[in-house]
């Protein structure tokens, strides 16, 4: 089990899913991104450490059917199933580490990740994530990263995070991946705080 398994439990059963600093009714730039490069229906997608987000409850009403999501706290997965009722029986659910759960090769067009990433402060679990996504992604698939941006914060849920710009979160992933676009965003925490965040697009070479 991983040591922050616990800790992740801990926090979605102790807070309601709209009062974690990092709640958004609906992930706006996500879905922009996610429309723009897999506007065809049937594209497989992994939302990476997508919790109690309600971005799998946009993407099924917008009709994408071949949806997994896939996050360490088997408490945000069982909300999150419970949230979507019989609708989120389309959905594939994954309770594992993402630097460690074995995930089926060559078998997603994109890859979502907001706010996964920047946890991992040591190399070894950066070099294993992106391992991860170069083995599971289609050749010529996107991959969405946002993590906090350059002002973003220091630290969230008492954890510690790592900031970075665009070319130096590009940089994590290497040349396999081209960075196609990026952009800054503000996120409004629920308790009225101001996040950093940047967001990568990039494409499977």
Not at 50 to 59: I, P, Q, W, Y
Not at 99 to 127: C, G, I, K, M, N
Not at 168 to 181: A, I, K, M, P, T
Request: aromatic share 10%.
């Amino acid at each position: 089990m991983n040591s922050n398994q616990p800790h992740w439990d801990k926090v979605y059963q102790a807070k309601p899913f709209d009062s974690v600093s990092w709640y958004a009714p609906h992930l706006d730039t996500s879905l922009q991104l996610i429309e723009q490069v897999a506007p065809d229906r049937s594209a497989a997608i992994i939302d990476v450490g997508g919790g109690e987000s309600t971005l799998v409850d946009d993407l099924l009403a917008k009709g994408y059917r071949h949806l997994t999501v896939l996050d360490l706290s088997q408490a945000a997965i069982d909300f999150a199933k419970k949230r979507l009722g019989p609708a989120g029986d389309a959905v594939s659910w994954r309770v594992a580490d993402i630097t460690e759960v074995e995930l089926p090769e060559r078998s997603y067009d994109v890859w979502h990740d907001r706010a996964v990433f920047h946890f991992l402060t040591e190399p070894a679990q950066r070099a294993a994530y992106v391992q991860q996504v170069a083995r599971s992604m289609k050749p010529g698939g996107h991959v969405i990263v946002a993590t906090f941006g350059p002002q973003g914060p220091l630290k969230c849920s008492g954890l510690d995070v790592v900031r970075y710009d665009a070319d130096s979160l590009h940089q994590q992933f290497g040349r396999q991946f081209e960075l196609v676009d990026s952009q800054l965003e503000v996120h409004h925490t629920p308790m009225g705080a101001e996040q950093q965040f940047v967001y990568c697009l990039c494409r499977v070479q």
